[in-house]
């Protein structure tokens, strides 16, 4: 719709300078129409992705494995698919967050380990 009306405009602009537009021309317009539409998906995928997961060290918490998160600076309970997960390691995890209980931490819910770093490191104080 949006592309039939750009060639009917376009065609309108041209007629009155003097210039024919083929089926070449068309065809390009449809061409980065349907580009510009491809970038705007992708955009709007890896925006919706990549909030749903978090990077950071896993550690022992009262009530079991927290997440320290490294993006938002925020502690979040992990529960759901947590056996892959040790103490002590940074790991990016996929999933989603979940209401956040009073005084407690903000649940996520692991749906796959995505990545395991190793160990994490170690802050020092500096004297």
Known sequence: MVCASLVASTAT?????????TNGDKA??????????????IGIYCAVHHG?????CAVSGSDGLE?????DQQTYALVGEVAGIKPGDRVRVSGKKEKKDVGDA????VEKLTKDYGPCKVETAMR
């Open 13 to 21: 602009v041209n007629a009155q300078i003097g210039y024919k537009i």
């Open 28 to 41: 390009g317009i449809a061409a980065v129409l349907a580009a510009v539409g491809v970038g705007a998906g």
């Open 52 to 56: 749903n997961s978090l990077n950071g």
């Open 67 to 71: 997440l320290q998160n490294r993006g």
């Open 106 to 109: 903000q649940p996520f819910v």
